[in-house]
């Protein structure tokens, strides 16, 4: 038993730890700390910092190991308790006890044959992309994946089992996006490849709202608790309105936000508005597509301004996260104000969670492979071509004194803008366009008033820093690009089409030499013969055009050969 002056101690210890944590400043004027140095390229000054602010807080070391444990809990376990949109668990297994030709499952059949041909919520977690908790030491990432108990790790990760009005019921958390499953290591904060959850979303509205709440009755015989999450569900669908994926790999929550708050009220409140559920407002997003792939987590300890497209010039990007994620769930904006106001502990260790968080290390999935000497030259042609927009990086091999090859490869110091750009380089526009149809809706609510967010729409995307940026594949927003020898050849010779493949298999999966997905005719045949795998970039949305101009010269003609292509790859891979 701890004594009642040890316990004094460690009390003390812990409100010491508070008074030294600081609050993060979210202003659209906010810059990384530490050494500044500035230098022209073409006709502007550019100016890096070598500071990040992976403790956000400025915490001690035991206060950071704490709240970042908590928080990579919050990011696999859905914190918030307000949302309105979650799977009753009773009726669920009703439905998969059923038998296959009982007028139940024929109901469901002719509404939505693709849940009717599962047979559990497992299948469906799997269907949806989520990836299992690690088993073995070897199968943990970078980043934390604290123990959540065994029923939780039972399931995948990002699904979330908790008791709602009486109800059990299943949501899913952050880590359903942006968890990765990279050669059997977990990576948390990363990428999810294929991710569905919009998709979830989309066959859920077109189900529940064809199911009347007396064939729901009828059918389910559901328990009163049931039933309430039921009528719940249905009537913040009335609110909510989804947008099916261009390609697998992409995301619509931007213009699911957008179409939802289209049809609420235009006040402070986006209050509910049963005329408004059933007439809309107008938006582009009902035509023009706004897609883009899950962020990387670990980019932002480097960053002043989030997102792709850098619209949110101030505020916490968990604070709109959760607004966003909860608008696009038929959230009463009343309740999630009054959550985030009662969880501020919880929104802090999230945050200093996903600000903790590393990328994954070429070294640690192909040991002593890098070709230092040819990174080396690398470094040279990226210093003069692409360092001033995406940063420079010191490596260990520039030190005098003799080191380890580990030590050669690793990186010392990243030096990134001061303050987060955004640069138009000719990409796809259409996802940083969609913000404009929706940004003046989310600036005049209430709740972001509160939080400090501010949205403005941009004329370009942020150059991402590009550490880790080897693990990334496939590039650009809208994963329009393949391989990274890809990304460094002019878009007008792209390939207009790929194969994408789970990274399962290190020699199957992963084209070293370039950098991304095999050839076409390399894929496995599984996936190959699938088309829900292929990606057409000739569409809008989808275009794999722009990051051309820095590839050519003043004449037109391409700046690399395909050596030169490598050697960049080689040095990318050490980031």
Same mark, same amino acid.
């Given at each position: 038993m701890i004594s009642v002056s040890y316990k004094f101690i460690i009390l003390a210890i812990i409100s010491i730890n508070s008074v030294y944590s600081t609050t993060p400043d979210w202003?659209?004027? #906010?810059?990384?700390? $530490?050494?500044?140095?500035?230098?022209?390229?073409?006709?502007?000054?550019?100016?890096? *910092?070598?500071?990040?602010?992976?403790?956000?807080?400025?915490?001690?070391?035991?206060?950071?190991?704490?709240?970042? +444990?908590?928080?990579?809990?919050?990011?696999?376990?859905?914190?918030?308790?307000?949302?309105?949109?979650?799977?009753?668990?009773?009726?669920?297994?009703?439905?998969?006890?059923?038998?296959?030709?009982?007028?139940?499952?024929?109901?469901?059949f002719k509404i939505a044959k693709k849940i009717s041909q599962f047979e559990s919520m497992e299948q469906i977690f799997d269907w949806l992309g989520l990836h299992k908790y690690p088993e073995r030491k070897k199968d943990y990432g970078p980043n934390k994946i604290p123990f959540m108990g065994s029923k939780i790790q039972s399931q995948q990760m990002g699904v979330t089992n908790r008791r709602l009005h009486g109800a059990d019921v299943t949501t899913f958390s952050c880590a359903a996006c942006h968890s990765s499953d990279?050669? $059997?290591?977990?990576?948390?904060?990363?990428?999810?490849?294929?991710?569905?959850?919009?998709?979830?979303?989309?066959?859920?509205?077109?189900?529940? #709202?064809?199911?009347?709440?007396?064939?729901?009755? /009828?059918?389910?015989? !559901? #328990?009163?608790?049931?039933?309430?999450?039921?009528?719940?569900?249905?009537?913040?669908? *009335?609110?909510?309105?989804?947008?099916? !994926?261009?390609?697998?790999? /992409?995301?619509?929550?931007?213009?699911?936000? $957008? /179409?939802?708050?289209?049809?609420?009220?235009?006040d402070e409140y986006a209050s509910f508005s049963p005329w408004r559920a059933r007439f809309p407002r107008s938006n582009p997003l009902r035509e023009v597509p706004a897609d883009s792939k899950p962020a990387v987590w670990w980019n932002l300890k480097y960053k002043t301004r989030w997102l792709s497209d850098g619209s949110i010039v101030s505020g916490n990007p968990i604070h709109t996260n959760f607004l966003w994620n909860e608008i696009g769930r038929g959230v009463d904006l009343h309740e999630l104000e009054l959550w985030l106001d009662k969880n501020t502990q919880t929104i802090k260790e999230l945050t200093s969670f996903v600000f903790s968080t590393k990328a994954p290390a070429y070294n640690d999935f192909f040991p002593n492979e890098i070709n230092i000497a040819k990174a080396q030259r690398g470094e040279k042609l990226f210093l003069k071509n692409c360092a001033g927009c995406h940063g420079q990086y010191d490596k260990g091999w520039s030190e005098n004194s003799v080191t380890s090859y580990k030590h050669q490869i690793k990186t010392t110091k990243v030096w990134y803008h001061k303050r987060t750009p955004v640069i138009d380089v000719g990409t796809d526009p259409y996802r940083r366009e969609g913000m404009r149809y929706f940004y003046k809706d989310l600036n005049r609510l209430k709740i972001s008033e509160s939080i400090g967010t501010v949205?403005?729409?941009?004329?370009?995307?942020?150059?991402?820093?590009?550490?880790?940026?080897?693990?990334?594949? !496939?590039?650009?927003?809208?994963?329009?690009?393949?391989?990274?020898?890809?990304?460094?050849?002019?878009?007008?010779?792209?390939?207009?089409?790929?194969? #994408?493949?789970?990274?399962?298999?290190?020699?199957?999966?992963?084209? *070293?030499?370039?950098?991304?997905?095999?050839?076409?005719?390399?894929?496995?045949?599984?996936?190959?013969?699938?088309?829900?795998?292929?990606?057409?970039?000739?569409?809008?949305?989808?275009?794999?055009?722009?990051? +051309?101009?820095? /590839?050519?010269?003043?004449? $037109?003609?391409?700046?690399?050969?395909? +050596?030169?292509?490598?050697?960049?790859?080689?040095f990318l891979k050490t980031l």
């Open positions: 202003g659209k004027d #906010s810059q990384l700390p $530490g050494q500044e140095k500035c230098f022209w390229k073409k006709d502007h000054e550019v100016c890096l *910092k070598d500071g990040n602010r992976a403790n956000i807080y400025n915490e001690s070391q035991l206060q950071y190991d704490q709240e970042t +444990t908590e928080g990579a809990k919050h990011a696999l376990y859905y914190p918030v308790t307000v949302t309105n949109l979650v799977i009753p668990n009773e009726s669920v297994e009703k439905f998969f006890n059923e038998q296959a030709h009982s007028p139940l499952r024929k109901f469901i990279l050669f $059997g290591v977990k990576v948390l904060g990363m990428t999810n490849r294929f991710p569905k959850a919009n998709e979830f979303f989309h066959l859920g509205q077109s189900m529940i #709202s064809k199911v009347p709440t007396k064939a729901f009755e /009828l059918l389910f015989n !559901p #328990s009163d608790e049931d039933l309430f999450i039921f009528r719940n569900a249905k009537k913040a669908l *009335k609110h909510v309105e989804v947008v099916k !994926p261009l390609a697998l790999g /992409l995301d619509t929550s931007l213009a699911q936000v $957008g /179409l939802s708050l289209s049809k609420r009220s235009e949205v403005k729409p941009q004329d370009g995307y942020v150059p991402p820093p590009l550490v880790g940026i080897w693990a990334r594949w !496939p590039y650009f927003h809208n994963n329009s690009v393949p391989t990274l020898f890809d990304v460094l050849t002019p878009d007008y010779k792209r390939p207009k089409s790929y194969v #994408s493949v789970p990274a399962q298999d290190k020699k199957l999966d992963f084209d *070293k030499i370039k950098n991304g997905y095999p050839a076409p005719d390399k894929i496995r045949a599984i996936y190959r013969n699938d088309k829900e795998f292929h990606f057409n970039a000739n569409r809008a949305g989808t275009s794999n055009k722009g990051h +051309t101009s820095m /590839l050519v010269d003043e004449d $037109g003609v391409e700046k690399f050969t395909k +050596t030169q292509k490598l050697e960049i790859i080689e």
